[in-house]
């Protein structure tokens, strides 16, 4: 399930990591923001809340008592909640260190009592606690929504206690539409400079595939520009010189063998010019004809070197039209071809190599089984280009071994004819260079089919 909805190209992997990298730390950012404001804001309230409390008992100790009512109303606050009772408020759970704290800044005699409860942790005890505070102090819907730091009471020297509430805002939702829109304009901001810099670096990579498909085609492509970073720029300078080593290595190999079958032409003809010397007989025809058949080999080999040597330009081209003009001319010399092809289907090619070897396979086809069948068919990744016979076919052992150069059946030993077993060779390494791949197989109904892939 995850791999189905992982972008497939490396753009979409890294800005999707990136993407829930941001929200991630974003809301770790947050929950620790919130923990310190949250610290902070308490130690302050409270702090605040002390030094108030501090003031009312010292102003309460030193005024009439007809003040009283009035200091508490000019002491309370939004944060403050005061009031005096005849009654403590015995706080579920006591705070030892404000009591000292509170009784040595008013220096209180250990007579006076002073209790005081500090924060508590639990939602439930305090909204519990606070209810039950609220209703003491008169007062249980003013303050709800606020979050209790301290409480207790402080008796007086009057024997009336002073009921407190020390309180502090409490704090919103952490994930608010600010947030949101903060994260979307980050986000934002973050991927549009991932995407220009992926783009970047992945544009020679790109280029780099292209030519790499290009080059299995067998076209004649530029060295790439060496650009990008250092890995990408690596790559490209290993496959600039592994192209030029391929070039090399095809052109050296081409030309010796043109000069091979060059050469041997001289001492062929040195010895078919001997033999016309020997006495009439079985052997004088034996030897002239081995000679004629090792010059048709020569022949198709420096045919076949000064092709290789002269690279065709690849151009487009629509192949439907391409199998319909070579069946009509097949049927127009009264050869029994049937098209199977449809449509328009256009293909970067080489259109007269792809010719030459549709020619070869529908030859083949018309020669062994005396009629043919060509068709197209349209893949997703591919197309298929099959040339069909009804005739005995090719043992299952052969099927390969027909593709080696010199390579003949039994069937095809016809000297007279000019075959020297290199058509399905050069047929095969044609359809290579166009990076597709030339088979053969044996079909259930009886007959043989070549199958063309070509790459789309």
């Given at each position: ?293 090792i010059e048709q080999m020569l022949s198709a080999t420096l045919s076949f070197a000064r092709e290789e040597g002269t690279q065709e330009p690849t151009r487009e081209l ?139």
């Open positions: 399930m995850v791999r189905r909805l992982m972008p497939r190209s490396l753009t979409g992997q890294i800005i999707l990591v990136a993407l829930c990298g941001l929200v991630l730390i974003q809301l770790l950012s947050l929950q620790i923001y919130r923990s310190d404001r949250e610290e902070a804001l308490g130690f302050v309230n409270s702090r605040n809340a002390m030094q108030r409390i501090t003031s009312v008992v010292r102003l309460i100790s030193l005024s009439p008592q007809p003040l009283y009512d009035e200091i508490i109303r000019a002491s309370r606050s939004e944060t403050l909640l005061l009031r005096l009772s005849p009654e403590p408020l015995v706080p579920d759970t006591r705070s030892p260190e404000y009591e000292e704290k509170l009784r040595r800044i008013l220096h209180y005699p250990s007579q006076l009592n002073i209790e005081i409860s500090a924060e508590l942790k639990e939602a439930t005890q305090r909204n519990k606690a606070w209810r039950h505070h609220a209703r003491m102090m008169g007062d249980a819907n003013k303050l709800l929504p606020m979050d209790m730091r301290l409480y207790g009471s402080i008796e007086l020297h009057n024997g009336q206690w002073l009921h407190f509430s020390s309180l502090v805002d409490s704090e919103g939702s952490g994930w608010s539409m600010r947030s949101t829109i903060n994260l979307l304009l980050v986000a934002s901001l973050v991927i549009g400079l991932m995407i220009w810099l992926l783009r970047r670096a992945l544009r020679p990579l790109k280029q780099l595939a292209t030519n790499a498909e290009r080059l299995g085609r067998g076209e004649d492509i530029e060295p790439l520009e060496e650009s990008g970073p250092g890995e990408v720029r690596g790559s490209i300078v290993a496959f600039n010189r592994m192209q030029t080593r391929l070039n090399r290595f095809v052109q050296d190999r081409t030309r010796m063998l043109a000069a091979i079958s060059h050469d041997l032409r001289t001492p062929i003809t040195s010895l078919r010019l001997r033999s016309e010397f020997l006495p009439d007989g079985e052997d004088k025809d034996r030897i002239q004809q081995t000679l004629q058949q629509d192949l439907v039209s391409l199998i319909e003009s070579l069946c009509d001319d097949y049927s127009d010399m009264g050869e029994q071809v049937l098209c199977l092809a449809s449509g328009r289907e256009v293909y970067p090619c080489r259109p007269a190599s792809l010719r030459r070897v549709l020619q070869n396979l529908i030859s083949n086809a018309i020669k062994y089984a005396g009629s043919a069948e060509v068709s197209l068919e349209r893949e997703d990744q591919q197309l298929v280009i099959r040339v069909c016979d009804n005739g005995p076919g090719i043992d299952s052992t052969q099927l390969e071994e027909v593709f080696k150069p010199f390579v003949r059946l039994d069937e095809a030993r016809n000297t007279e004819s000019g075959s020297v077993g290199l058509g399905l060779s050069i047929a095969r390494t044609l359809i290579h260079q166009h990076g597709g791949e030339l088979t053969l197989h044996n079909r259930p109904q009886g007959g043989l089919e070549a199958r063309i892939i070509l790459p789309r």
